[in-house]
Nanobody, 115 residues
Framework: QVQLVESGGGLVQAGGSLRLSCEAS????????MSWYRQAPGKQRELVAS???????NYAESAKGRFAISRTNAKNRLYLQMNSLKPEAPAVYYC?????????WGQGTQVTVSS
C-alpha cells in the first residue's frame, strides 16, 4: 500500500509559478513510476508529467518547457514546478504512483490560474 498526499495548490495569477508537492508513504520502495495528472470540471483526467525510478521524464505537450517534475532519491516526495502558468479553468492536480503492479492516487490539490 502507498499513500499519497498532495499540497501546494492555490490561486495564482497568469504568468506566475506554483510548486506542487506529493508526499508518499507506505511501501514506497515498490514505486517505479510517479506522475502528476490534472482534471478540469467536466473533463477527463489527463497526464501532465511523469518520472520513472530511473529518472526518465515525460511531459504532456502543454507542459513542455514550462513544467518540471522531480522527486527525492528516497521516492518519498514528488514535485511539480509549474512556471508561466496560463489562465484556464480551475483544475485538480493529482499525484499518482505505480507500485508493485498497483495504481495509487492522492486526493488532489486544486490549482486556479486567474487572468
Amino acid at each position: 500500500q502507498v499513500q499519497l498526499v498532495e499540497s501546494g495548490g492555490g490561486l495564482v495569477q497568469a504568468g506566475g509559478s506554483l510548486r506542487l508537492s506529493c508526499e508518499a508513504s507506505g511501501s514506497i520502495w515498490r514505486i517505479n513510476l510517479m506522475s502528476w495528472y490534472r482534471q478540469a470540471p467536466g473533463k477527463q483526467r489527463e497526464l501532465v508529467a511523469s518520472i520513472t525510478s530511473g529518472d526518465s521524464t515525460n511531459y504532456a505537450e502543454s507542459a513542455k518547457g514550462r513544467f518540471a517534475i522531480s522527486r527525492t532519491n528516497a521516492k518519498n516526495r514528488l514535485y511539480l514546478q509549474m512556471n508561466s502558468l496560463k489562465p484556464e479553468a480551475p483544475a485538480v492536480y493529482y499525484c499518482y504512483a505505480r507500485a508493485g503492479g498497483y495504481d495509487y492516487w492522492g486526493q488532489g490539490t486544486q490549482v486556479t490560474v486567474s487572468s
